[in-house]
Structure formats: C-alpha cells, structure tokens
C-alpha cells in the first residue's frame, strides 16, 4: 500500500499506478484487454461463438472501445438457459469454486471462478477496502451470509487481501453479534443496511452505545437498495462513516465500493467496462444520463460476460474524482429496469411468487404482492384470493391454508413471507402485463 | 336424514367497512330473510354464518354480487329457554365423541331458543340428540319461523 498527500487529507491507494491511471492510458488497457477477451470466448465458448456469429460479428471487427457496440448482450436468461456450466470457457479442473443464486423459475444460475478469478475478485475489494481506509489492524465482521451467497466469501477475501481481521460470522445471531464486536473490536461492519438498522435498535435496547461502546467506525452496506437519507440516518444515529457496496453474483458478488468521498462507486477500469444504455432501445447513453447498467468483464476466465444486462439503474461519472482516482464512478442504484424486488438482500422476482401459487389448487392465480420495511426490516405481504371450492367455513382451515402458502413460498424464495387470503375480486385484474407490486418502503 | 340439516350460507369477508351493507342489501332486492348470524373474525378477515329461509337462492345471489361463499351442512336444535339446556346437548355429544366446530343460538318472538351447531359428524349427532328427545329444526321450520 502507498501513502500520497493530497492537500490535507492522506489518501491511501491499494495500486495507486493503476488506481491513479490517466483515463486515456486506462481507455487502452481496456482495448487491449477488450481485443483479447473477445478471441478468448469466441474460442473457448461455443455459447458466444454462436452468439457473435448469430450477430454477423467476429473478433477481428473489434479493435476499439467503441466497437464495444457491436457486440450483442448477454443476459441472465442465457446464465439459466446454459445450466449449469454451458457458458464457462474453462475446463472444470480450472475450477477452484462455485457460487450459486437461487432461481427465478427453477433452474438456478452457477457461476464457477478459476484460481485468478478469485484473486482478481479479492484484488477488486482490497483496492476499495483501501480506498475506505479499511486495512491491516481493522477487524471487519462480515454480517453477510457465507455459502452459495457471494457477499459473505467476497468480503472475507477481500479483507484478507488487505491484511484485515476478519471475523466470518454471517448473517443473525444480533445478540452474539454485538457481543463480539465488542469483545474483539470489530472496527468495520459488512451487512445489509437494513440489518444494520435492525442492529442498531438492538443495541439501543440493550443500553449499548455504538460510539462509547464499541470500535466500529465504518460500515459496507450493500445487497439492497438504499438511499443518502439513510446514510445520514445511520452515520447521526452510530457515528460511523456508511459506504455502499456494488456487486452481482453473476459478475461475482461485491466488488466494489465508494471512496471517502462518498461520491459514487468506482468501477475497475482495467477489470471492467461499464456502459450505461437506453432499456428499450440498447443504444448506449452518454455520460451523465441515467439507464441500465451495462457491464464487461475484462479478467474473468472461467465466466466472462460481454455487455452483460445488469438491469440496474444508474448514472456514469467518468470524471476524475477527488480522492485522485481516475476510474470511472456509478452513482447509486436508483432502481430495476425489470420487477426484480430485493427484500433483506434477497432478490425476489414476481414469476417466483406466481409459480408456487400456481402448484397451490386452493388459491386463484391473481396475487399481489405488499413491500414494507417495518422497524427497519423489509417485509413482505402476498394477498391472494381463496378458490371458490376450497372455501371452508372454519377459521382453522382458512389459517392453515395461509400457513400453507407462506411455508411452500418460504422454501422457494428462502424468505419468510406474509400470506394474507383476500376476498375474491379484490386482486385488480389489468390487461397485459399486471401491476402485481406495492412497495411501500420508503428508503 | 339429510332433511334434518338445515343449509347454512357461509362467506368469506374481509373486515373492511361497508361489506355487511352490502350483503344486506344483496339480501333485500332478493327478499331473502336471515334468521340467524353470526361473524367469526380472525385479524384481517371473517367468516360470516347465516341461515336464512331461501338458502339457495342466498347462494346464488351472494355468489353472483362475487363473494366467496359455500353452503355447509348444520344443525338447528331446538331448546327450551331454561337454564342447563346448553349442557345437556353438550354433554350427550360429547360422551359420542361428536366435536362442535362451531356453535350460535338465536331467540324467536315465540320464546324459543335456538342453537346452531356444525359438527365433525353429523349423523351421530342427529342420532344422539334423536335419542334424547332433543328435537331438531329442519328447513321448513326455517322458513316458518
């Protein structure tokens, strides 16, 4: 790690040769490494062979960062439709891990990482622990869960890159939680923002006092959407500085964070290429305006993915930020181009919801589905309606079928869920695609 | 024996205000007359129990306005109003391990008394209450209240 001073401030970099890149000598990394990875999967995946031949595009046409545009989209379909590993262009003994998400329509998608794949992940987070001053004598607990869940495993190694303390706990537990951030020091909190809100009501009930009681001076928020009204709310409420965190499991879990400026997320330039674009019409958007995320991965070997649809919204900034990185920025996440809903950092899609009722022969199809966040924790209501014949007129039987949905639905989304049988007819019938969502948080 | 059961119109209500109006007066332009009711509520909805002289045509009714609504089989026992009549019943039924789901009494300008019971089996239950010269409403009696 190197120390720069910069005005007053110190400002440490993880790299700063790479982090402090003029943009047009990283706009040629990018095209150098672009030239390479587009003959890397046209040769090692017949998934893309076909995809670029089906485009009337080969690898020799791309010679510039522009050219970008002439390849065609990936998207999460083509992850579920090459179950499990139609897409990888490595051998499986180049595999060293699996990560996996759940399904939206069963089949789930697989992401395998190669030795490299790892690193070049840890390599990401270590340069955006150190641009949140987070590094050797921290003790991050990381509050995410560990397994097939990329936030847990990517913040561990991210961590460890830096020479930080890691303490593996995972998600709940509040109690033991905010024992041993006591008891071991823990300096830096990795979790959703909403645990950490949850977190931090436990601990105003149990008399403890973040700022006099505990080390922690900095939280990674992340896995679901919020807001600079929160952070506010958190920093006031705990004294701790809030960073978000961006990352998908499909380009491996988190991997990137805001700086001490806290004036959006820098992306790796040399490890990604971000490109913003119009949802409807794919043609890319210039800077400064909002559209869909769009991103590249420069280094990935066992999984890459070209112009992969991320399908959140938000903003470039390829200006030079203060904190003397050049990387490109993306400000925050405002919101989905699709119906993907992400409740306690779990992403919920519509179709999920309707294929467990549809197995269900004593609910009709019609179904709406209520988010709330209640004592800072995301809720989240299904209203169906009862099915003529399965009508009973016992209040026991009606409670059980309630139950009985909430617990088919639990095993599929992995998230408790209120069921709440509604009279028929009051679920609003629309033509085409229905409203089937009401999100009343208010982040 | 099935014309010792008196059809019961059951429906599923969200507790929300207005809904009982609108029953009624489903029930009014149809001139079907309740004779007795009662509400179940459990938090965010209710079962409403009724039975009335045209059980059918309440159904129909009920079911067309898009309600949820069943037709249950239930028992009308006819009770003289004096203390210990409930126990008696109670009493018989279950030493013939008949279980009462559920139960509601209403009272006629003749001074009846009148108990509604669904039961998990109805025909040990007609015949115990038979036995003990317990005499049970049908829907004629219904209709002539």
Sequence with gaps: MTKYLLCDNMIEYWNPQIERMPLDELEQIQEERLRHLVDYVYTHSPFYKKRFDEAGVKPEDIRTLEDLQKLPFTYKQDLRDNYPKGMFCVPDTQLVRYHVSSGTTGKPTVVGYTKNDIHEWAKSLGRALTSIGVGRGDVLQVSYGYGLFTGGLGLHYGAEEVGSTVLPISVGNTDKQLELMQDLGTTTLACTPSYFLYMAEEAKDKGIDFQEDTGLKTGIFGAEPWTEEMRKRMEDATGIKAYDVFGTSELSGPLFTECTCQDGIHIWGDQFIVEIIDPETGDTLPEGERGELVITTLKKEALPLIRYRIGDCTILNKQPCECGRTHPRIMRVTGRVDDMLIIRGINVFPGQVESVLMKIPEVEEHFMIHVDRINEMDTMKIQIEMNDEAFSDKVNDIISLEKKVASALKSVLNLSVGVELVEHGTIPRSIGKSKKIIDNRKL | ?145
Aim: aromatic share 8%; glycine share 6%.
């Design chain 2, 1 to 145: 024996m099935d014309e010792k059961f008196i059809k019961q119109i059951s429906l599923f209500a969200e507790n929300k205000p207005g809904h009982l109006a609108n029953i009624a007066s489903s029930f009014k332009e149809a001139s079907v007359n309740i004779r007795a009711f009662t509400i179940a509520e459990a938090g965010d909805f209710g079962i409403i129990r009724m039975v009335v002289d045209k059980p059918e045509k309440a159904h129909r009714v009920l079911h067309d306005a898009g309600f949820t609504v069943s037709e249950t089989d239930v028992l009308g026992i006819q009770m003289e109003d004096v203390p210990g009549q409930l126990a008696t019943i109670a009493e018989v039924l279950g030493k013939k391990g008949v279980n009462i789901d559920y139960a509601y009494a209403f009272v006629t300008k003749t001074e009846k008394a009148f108990l509604i019971i669904r039961v998990n089996d109805l025909k040990t239950a007609v015949e115990t209450l038979y036995e003990q010269g317990i005499s049970l409403l049908d829907m004629g009696d219904v209709q002539s209240i």
